[in-house]
């Protein structure tokens, strides 16, 4: 284990850039002063707001760059313009390097994404990367993934996914053998795509030391918390996450228009008022602010793009435990062991 | 218009059969007084709960079955015994022969979808069937499909998801042209599936009459409802919808914890409990039950097979107004104009 964490930061990523992203990182080294920041970005804009941050400052390693990704390019402009240059560039390629352990951008996904992949390169085994989110749930919290990486599956890569999803749980809710759900439609073995029954069958068949296969969820089921890892493709997983999204979001736009609805209520909500700032923590999007990209010869963390310090801090704090509890050595387990196993079956599989 | 609404219903369908279907067809009929009822069931259960609703049993007639399709069974389980007489096959027999105008059925899903289409037959040029949603949004309702009828959808599918979509709309909202979108991840034109990009492209440059194209939209668009009719396959619309369902009681249970931590946050409570109670009616699943067979050769109305009487209401409530604002002349209307066109576009497409 490495005796210092040392972070990668993109510190012109995201909607507001170093006016927040620094503050974050302040935010975070209070948590753990045991992380050392690499910091890439222009000096003119980083250094006066750093200059107002002396502990991180002294944390902190600044590398000047005046070439930064904007957030509407299409990742091939971005990579036109942005390769070998830009900050969000230049902290992957630390990672790449070895000097730095994990990089943290709230830039441009498409961006990050493609730039990850051209930069680091893919793990062995493993196609194609994928995007992990944390999900809140009645439980606690489940990983989910893929949230939109990529569009559409085979069983080799949803297989790919249970691996990677239940490493990343190991190193967040320390626990051994995580349980992983396949998301579908209906809990009958015959319903769903041919891809996701393939996927379910080599699961159900196969012992993974390293996780527990549960069996088919529905939508539902993610939010109960019924499985520590959900896996699923791209496309549905985002609209998954999408969808859950916007429900939070009408169902707060709903209560705070019923507590102002008469004077009882709106007196009643202040005596609430506590109880109403618990919830709103319970479902501050903020903490479970950072999408991690698995699959990828080094970890990277996806902040959003509108996080505020509070949001930033929370994903250099993920960035922080994948490599504290070393995502990238289970995940090597993980598929070492398991999709050793699972690609033997899958080629039985496909000669019978 | 038909002169009575003539409603064939499944009496033993859902989890609690005539002691909740027969009080919540009782509460329809006061809304709706020209409702005819032809009931489907075991006559020995049936009776006795329709002697003591005189007001249903005068607007009814008891058709006698002894076979009831059971809520777990297969759909080809269900179609080898139950084909030709149990109280699912009759109802949607009552609308093939014309006696009936809508069949509503609060059982078992797949083989009630398995009936509908080996008795009813498919709309020409409609390939598969729909089930179609009432979603709330932040703006009031909107219609999304396909939410699990089938799984997969190419850009033909898609368009006629959209003609049928808003042919429903404009039943229930009353609007001449509903807008559109289709459920992609990302908004720009880049990204998603190849088929969706493809029917968006066919969407974009033909003008429909009957429905109007926004574009693309995002799972946080539904609950925005920033379209009248969200256009899916059915597998991410069923994980949507699925999620969503799921958020939404998470976010009930954290209220209800959140209301329950102190003596201030219970006395906020009770002040506001009028208000609660308005917020609970706006997320009352009961009040949006009933999902929409499409594409079939006649209506059909799936009602949740844990509902109680209030939801079967609603459920019968939805296939009266089907009827009575001539749903299937509107697809009728929409597949002849839009769908000729958009297939039109689809075969020269397939030529360049």
């Known amino acids: 284990m490495p005796d210092k964490v040392r972070i990668a930061l993109d510190v012109m990523g995201g909607d507001h ?5 620094l503050p974050g990182a302040d935010i975070s080294l209070t948590r753990h002063p045991d992380i050392e920041f690499l910091l890439f970005g222009d000096s003119t804009v980083v250094q006066p707001v750093l200059d107002r941050l002396p502990r991180l400052k002294a944390a902190s390693r600044l590398v ?9 390019d299409k990742p091939s402009q971005a990579l036109r313009y942005g390769r070998w240059k830009s900050s969000m560039w230049l902290a992957l390629d630390a990672v790449k390097k070895g000097e730095a352990d994990v990089a943290v951008s709230a830039g441009n996904t498409g961006a990050l994404m493609a730039m990850s992949r051209f930069n680091l390169k893919m793990l062995p085994g493993i196609d194609r990367p994928a995007i992990a989110a944390i999900w809140p749930t009645l439980k606690g ?5 893929d949230v939109g990486a990529s569009i559409g599956a085979d069983e080799a890569h949803l297989i790919n996914l249970a691996a990677m999803g239940s490493a990343m749980a190991r190193v967040l809710f320390d626990i051994e053998r995580p349980t992983v759900g396949l998301l579908n439609i209906g809990v009958e ?37 019924v499985v ?17 999204e916007g429900t939070a979001h009408q169902f707060a736009s709903y209560l705070r228009a019923a507590m102002n609805r008469t004077w009882a209520s ?81 080629a039985s599989g496909a000669g019978s």
């Open 189 to 225: 073995e015959v319903k769903g795509l041919e891809q996701v029954r393939e996927a379910g069958r080599i699961l159900r068949e196969t012992r993974f030391p390293d996780f527990a296969y549960h069996g088919f969820v529905e939508g539902d089921d993610i939010g109960k918390g």
């Open 141 to 145: 919290e489940s990983v989910v993934l």
């Open 228 to 244: 520590d890892v959900v896996v699923t493709e791209g496309f549905a997983g985002n609209i998954a996450l999408k969808t859950a």
């Open 17 to 21: 850039g170093a006016p927040v992203v």
């Open 266 to 346: 709106r007196l009643g909500y202040l005596l609430a008022v506590q109880a109403f700032n618990a919830l709103r923590e319970k479902l501050d999007p903020r903490k479970s602010n950072g999408g991690v990209f698995l699959g990828l010869n080094g970890i990277v963390i996806k902040s959003h793009g509108g996080s505020d310090a509070e949001g930033t801090a929370s994903a250099i704090d993920m960035g922080y435990d994948m490599v504290r509890y070393e995502l990238l050595a289970k995940i090597g387990h993980a598929m070492a062991g398991d999709i050793h196993t699972a690609t033997e079956k899958l």
């Open 64 to 72: 000047h760059t005046d070439v930064a990704i904007r957030m509407d």
